[in-house]
């Protein structure tokens, strides 16, 4: 879990760092993966996190059927969501990262329906919202990886690496 206190019988962050000053900015859901920011800086969380700052976030998302034109567009345009319309995103079909560490668990897999693989820009931060406007597409996420924030980019870590950069 990408939290600090505890969750259950889930690992959380505090399992790798001990560092009470550390928080994080902009978690991602249980089943995402991807880039992760820690700081200290309550300011620096507060420009990523805030949706006033719309710090672009990118995301690459694996998602079941083969998105047409149509869906593309209604993601750019923005979804209507319970908790009210989102802003446009930038969306594009791209190729399978080949970078790609494995999932544990693995997606659940349908031999007879295809799966594409999607880059969602957005500038908000809702609850599961790459995943909620995906299936108001009707074209549901089965894999999401954030690969950046800002201008921090997850390039080429893997799953429990990290790096320490200044800001």
Same mark, same amino acid.
């Given at each position: 879990m990408s939290q600090f206190r505890e969750? @259950?019988?889930k690992?959380?962050?505090s399992c790798y760092?001990?560092?009470p000053e550390l928080r994080v900015a902009g978690r991602l859901d249980y089943d995402s993966e @991807?880039?992760?920011?820690?700081? @200290?800086d309550g300011r620096l969380v507060q420009k990523i996190t805030h949706p006033r700052f719309t710090l672009e976030k990118t995301y690459r998302a694996q998602v079941e059927g083969e998105p047409d034109d149509k869906a593309l567009e209604q993601l750019r345009r923005g979804i209507m969501l319970k908790d009210g319309m989102t802003r446009p995103a930038r969306v594009k079909l791209v190729t399978e990262p080949d970078h790609l560490w494995? !999932?544990?668990p693995p997606i659940r897999f349908r031999a007879n329906i295809p799966? !594409?693989?999607?880059e969602?820009?957005?500038t908000e931060g809702r609850n599961r919202q790459v995943r909620r406007m995906t299936a108001a597409v009707n074209f549901p996420t089965l894999r999401l990886i954030r690969v950046q924030i800002g201008d921090w980019s997850l390039g080429e870590l893997k799953p429990g690496e990290?790096?320490?950069i200044s800001v």
């Open positions: 969750s @259950g019988s690992t959380t962050l760092f001990d560092d @991807g880039l992760l920011l820690l700081t @200290g494995p !999932r544990d799966t !594409r693989w999607l969602l820009t957005i990290s790096v320490k």
